[in-house]
C-alpha cells in the first residue's frame, strides 16, 4: 500500500507483508496536556523545529522510568507540527533490518520524516540494531536530511548491563578504558545526540497531573487526593500513567 503523505501523518511498518499501514487514527495528546515535563518538552522541541527548519538536528534517545510521558510527548510533537509537514513512522524493535528500505522510500520526499522506535533496548548478543547506522551514521551514502530517530527506551545505554563487563577495565595513562562489551553499549546510545532523561514525579508532582485530568470535578478534591494517592501506592507508581489509571477508574464509579 502506497502512503499518501499528503492526507496522512503517521504510519507503522507492517513487517510481514512489507508496506506501511496508514494510521487513520492518531492520539490526540497535546504539549499542553503534558504536565511535569516542561524541559523535556522544550528541548525536544527546539530539536524537531531545527529539524523543520533544515537546521543541524539530533536523534533523540527519551529514557526513564516507565509511564513518564516519553511516548507521548513524541506523539504531542507529531501533532504540535503535523501541519508543517511533520510525519512519523513508526517502526518496532523487531523489524528494524527493515529500516533501511523504509528509508529508501521516503529520503526523496518533500516532507520531514520521524522514525519512532518505541520500548527501544536489547538484549545481550541481539545485533538487530546494526540497521540503525543508516539512520544514525549513514553508510556510503549519507542519511537523508528529511529523516529523524527518536527513540524511547527505559535504558540509558539501551542494553542490559553487567558487572562482568566492567571486570576488564583498565586505567591507562591516567584514562579510564572499558571493556569492549561496555563501549559497545556505549557507542550504541552515544550515536543520539540528544539525550532526554524522565523520572517519576513526587506526590506533589503526582497529585498536580491529576488534578489536570479532574480539571472541572467540583466535589471532595481532598478525598479526590487521597483516593488518588491510594491507587498510586497500590501500583507502586506515580507517574502520569498512573493518573490517567486513575482518572479512567475514579470516573467509572459515577457511572
Not at 571486570?167 to 571493556?179: P, T
Not at 491510594?230 to 459515577?254: E, L, N, P, V
Amino acid at each position: 500500500m502506497q502512503v499518501n503523505w499528503d492526507k496522512s501523518h503517521a504510519a507503522t511498518w507492517r513487517q510481514q507483508k512489507s508496506y506501511l499501514r496508514p494510521v487513520k487514527s492518531i492520539d490526540p495528546v497535546s504539549l499542553d496536556s503534558l504536565i511535569g515535563i516542561d524541559r523535556q518538552k522544550d528541548e525536544l522541541v527546539k530539536n524537531t523545529r531545527r529539524f523543520l527548519a533544515n537546521r543541524p538536528a539530533n536523534n533523540a534517545l527519551l529514557w526513564g522510568a516507565r509511564g513518564t510521558g516519553k511516548s507521548s510527548l513524541v506523539k504531542a510533537v507529531l501533532n504540535e507540527y503535523k501541519a508543517d509537514g511533520l510525519r512519523l513512522i513508526e517502526v518496532f524493535k523487531n523489524d528494524l533490518h527493515d529500516l533501511p528500505d523504509i528509508v529508501d522510500e521516503i529520503r526523496d520526499l518533500p516532507q520531514k520524516f520521524i522514525i519512532y522506535c518505541d520500548d527501544f533496548s536489547f538484549e545481550e548478543n541481539e545485533n538487530t540494531y546494526m540497521a540503525l547506522k543508516t539512520v544514525l551514521d549513514g553508510s556510503i551514502e549519507l542519511p537523508p536530511d528529511n529523516v529523524i530517530l527518536y527513540a524511547t527506551s527505559n535504558r540509558r545505554h539501551l542494553m542490559p548491563e553487567y558487572m562482568k563487563d566492567n571486570l576488564d577495565a583498565k586505567v591507562i595513562e591516567g584514562e579510564l578504558h572499558h571493556s569492549d562489551a561496555v563501549e559497545e553499549k556505549i557507542s550504541l546510545s552515544d550515536r543520539f545526540g540528544l539525550w532526554l532523561s524522565f523520572y517519576q514525579p513526587d506526590m506533589d508532582g503526582y497529585l498536580e497531573i491529576v488534578d489536570h485530568y479532574f480539571a472541572g470535578f467540583t466535589g471532595d478534591r481532598h478525598k479526590l487526593h487521597e483516593e488518588a494517592k491510594k491507587f498510586a501506592m497500590g501500583r507502586a507508581s506515580k507517574s502520569g500513567r498512573t493518573a490517567s489509571q486513575f482518572y479512567r477508574c475514579y470516573s467509572a464509579q459515577d457511572e
